[in-house]
């Protein structure tokens, strides 16, 4: 990982939406088909949830990754080795 | 001693005894109270310890400070207790910690060690509210972590004293700190400090606000030590934990309680500073069983100007929900558990960097105001009008060369605002907005420390939004400084003022001045403007305020109200007026005794009531009955023909 996420240009929509992807799953609380996957803002920080549109449970609730690009922007030095000073 | 904490148990806490619960968390239900109300106090003991040893009036006397304590869970870290000077603290404190801990080697820490952190991107605020973490480590890891939380004066950038407006990248604002080694084993990391005070204007206030966050986590390390040792850590995280399922149960049964569905509200920021580019702010808050979600899609795109906020909306909408839904219970983790929010990358609610950030009051009122609007639709019986939407926030400083007090200087200045009508009462008056819901300045240490003189800090009639229940009245502030002074305003709702709910009115909206300081009856006089020059606002041709059919700026030396280096010289001050809440119901229906007592007050002028409620009075201490009902009548038809409305909050006593 290097400085690539460290600086973006301005986006050029004039709105922004967050997008839902369709997840081909069954929610097991309420039998609904209505799945989606996409990242929010929980209690603790950015994670990516599973989600059943119908009644929000959570079929899965997990960490980002580095390919999730949630938050876009990531540390430079997050996988450099840590000294005494951070 | 080790328990075991039965976390899967799907039951609410309201549906088991105390015998279940102890069974649940592995100690009694009194024990339990006990931490849970413990770590309450130590959190107020550092909060406390931060207001009494902080040196800027900004901590001191407005307290935008907050203590918290952090406790490693299962699912990262959860706040388990803070106390809050500013309210918004204690909504985005958690996230902080989480990014941090995220980031931060574990392995590296040791007893002592607090750390740095005022970057936005990793939960911050913005750059002037600065944050220091204290891990604590028991039998060999970090169980809690204690933060400190507070505004400082100044850390370097283009515009003192933070809030800069006009720029349009973070680069020009304060200094940014990604997570920073302060104290390594509480001694202090001497470059760290060295290029902190070294880029600051204020290096004495802000050393010692940095020594009273940085002694306050100290303070929260023996008081947490002293609770571990008496009761242990494993029923001292037991009762972290049932605290927070405490409050979190707390707001599920209050959201529980509301109809299922999708709540779409948006509000507005009048421009950013830079273009005239007005700002949407949307959300849709929806619904479902005991679980919110709330989604930003269809905000505006980032501005150019600093309004945007880069991560903190997420959390500080909760405030909103809970204000309505939640009022009495602290705020720990729990208080977040039930609600997700959704950010759109590069939108004002999720800039990207570089992005300017640091004003963040505008946006944040706005959510607060969205929420609780959403809420009220939910719950039409429990409606809130919208805040006035601004601090009247000011940043001062400069170089006092008077003799006896030569040196830099800085100071902050919170002259308040007022809250919307609600379904049960008026709205507050001289308030700050629910966003901080701190205190207003202190005047006399303004002039004991600044060469500054408040002459005037009282509420400024006819300036709250009509209603069943009226908005609270917004106020005048004027400064007459002694010494040639540098001052950022920053405000929004200028293009108008705080909307009303249910057919209430709107609030006035935020105006300022320059107004000349060498006599007295004019620069003591609000209503009068000979000879003052508008700064900003919206005015009719013949330079009056007119809130309902104005232009905004006309005449006016500034096309916005976020101004940066404005520069007051002495024997000119600066007067500024900002509006009231947004009222509640129909002015219409609002009982005539109670208009009445408000003209008595000198709140509502008799001209005003009269165009805004219907009421005509035949003396000062008397309604015309019979005209009043004859008025009221006719506003009525016309406002079902589309011929009335009810007007803006506007002074109309103006000398020009």
């Known amino acids: 990982m290097g400085v690539e996420r460290l600086i973006f240009a301005p986006p050029s929509e004039q709105f922004l939406h967050v997008q839902r992807t369709p997840v081909e799953a069954t929610c097991p609380q ?10 929010v803002a929980n209690y603790v920080g950015p994670r990516i949830v599973t989600k059943c549109q119908t009644c929000f449970h959570h079929l899965s609730v997990d960490v980002p990754t580095a390919d999730d690009h949630w938050p876009p922007w990531r540390s430079a030095t997050l996988d450099w080795p840590s000294s005494r000073a951070g | 001693m080790t328990i075991d904490i039965d976390i899967d148990d799907n039951q609410h806490l309201s549906n088991l005894d105390a015998k279940d619960i102890a069974r649940r968390y592995g100690a009694e239900l009194v024990e339990l109270e006990t931490l849970r109300y413990g770590l309450l106090e130590v959190a107020r003991d550092m909060h406390e310890s931060l207001v009494r040893s902080s040196f800027s009036p900004i901590v001191r006397d407005i307290q935008d400070c907050t203590a918290a304590i952090h406790m490693r869970t299962d699912a ?208 849709t808050v929806r619904v479902r069983g005991d679980s919110i979600e709330v989604d930003f899609s269809g905000t505006s795109r980032q501005p150019l100007g600093n309004v945007g906020t880069a991560w903190i909306e997420g959390t500080r909408c909760v405030q909103g929900i809970k204000m309505v839904l939640d009022p009495h219970s602290p705020v720990n983790s729990g208080t977040l558990r039930p609600i997700e929010a959704l950010l759109p990358a590069g939108s004002a609610v999720c800039t990207l960097p570089p992005s300017s950030v640091s004003n963040h009051l505008d946006i944040g009122s706005r959510n607060i105001n969205m929420m609780t609007t959403a809420m009220s639709m939910a719950l039409p019986e429990h409606g809130v009008a919208p805040d006035s939407g601004n601090f009247a926030a000011m940043m001062i400083g400069g170089f006092d060369d008077r003799h006896g007090h030569e040196g830099p200087w800085a100071g902050a200045i919170l002259p308040g605002g007022a809250w919307g009508g609600t379904y049960k009462s008026d709205g507050l008056t001289s308030v700050t907005p629910a966003i901080g819901a701190c205190r207003s300045s202190v005047w006399e240490h303004i002039e004991r420390e600044s060469p500054i003189v408040p002459l005037m800090h009282e509420f400024l009639p006819d300036s709250a939004g009509a209603g069943f229940h009226r908005g609270g009245f917004g106020g005048i502030f004027t400064l007459l400084p002694l010494a040639t002074t540098y001052a950022t305003i920053t405000g929004d709702r200028s293009k108008r003022g705080a909307p009303g709910v249910n057919g209430g009115g709107s609030g006035f909206p935020f105006y300022a001045w320059l107004v000349p300081g060498d006599d007295p009856s004019v620069v003591l006089d609000p209503f009068d403007l000979r000879g003052c020059e508008p700064l900003f606002g919206v005015f009719d ?60 007050a000198g709140l509502y002028s008799p001209e005003f009531v009269e165009r805004a409620y219907g009421v005509v009075l035949s003396s000062s201490d008397e309604v015309d009955v019979d005209a009043t009902t004859r008025l009221r009548a006719e506003l009525a038809d016309a406002r079902k023909d589309g011929k009335w409305t009810v007007p803006a909050a506007c002074p109309t006593n103006w000398i020009v």
């Open chain 1, 30 to 39: 309420c039998g609904s088909g209505d799945v989606a996957r996409y990242p």
């Open chain 2, 76 to 283: 990262g870290w959860e706040t388990v207790a803070s106390r809050e000077g500013a309210m918004q603290h204690a909504f985005t404190a958690q996230h902080m910690c989480n990014f941090l801990m995220e980031e931060w080697d574990e392995a590296s820490l040791q007893p002592g060690d607090t750390i740095f952190v005022n970057d936005p991107w990793r939960g911050a605020i913005h750059q002037s509210d600065v944050n220091l973490f204290r891990p604590i480590i028991i039998d060999g890891r970090v169980e809690f972590v204690l933060h400190s939380t507070s505004h400082v004066l100044d850390l370097g950038g283009a515009v003192p004293g933070g809030f800069a407006n006009g720029v349009q990248t973070h680069f020009e604002e304060q200094l940014k700190f990604p997570p920073t080694l302060l104290y390594a084993g509480d001694v202090p990391v001497r470059p760290a400090f060295n290029y902190i005070l070294e880029n600051t204007r204020v290096p004495s206030s802000l050393l010692g606000d940095l020594r009273a966050l940085y002694g306050c986590l100290a303070v929260g390390d023996a008081r947490l030590r002293e609770l571990v040792d008496r009761f242990g850590l494993a029923l001292v995280r037991a009762g972290g934990q049932y605290g927070t399922d405490r409050i979190e149960q707390s707001m599920r049964a209050a959201i529980a309680a509301l109809p299922d569905g999708d709540y779409p509200v948006e509000d507005f920021i009048d421009e950013d500073g830079v273009t005239d580019e007005e700002l949407r702010i949307a959300a």
């Open chain 2, 541 to 600: 041709g013949q330079g009056r305020p007119v809130a309902d059919d104005g232009v905004f700026g006309r005449g006016a030396r500034y096309q916005t109200a976020k101004v940066a280096g404005l520069e007051l010289k002495p024997g000119y001050a600066l007067r500024v007026l900002f509006g009231g809440g947004g009222g509640w119901g129909d002015p219409l229906e609002r009982p005539v005794d109670r208009v009445l007592e408000d003209v008595q």
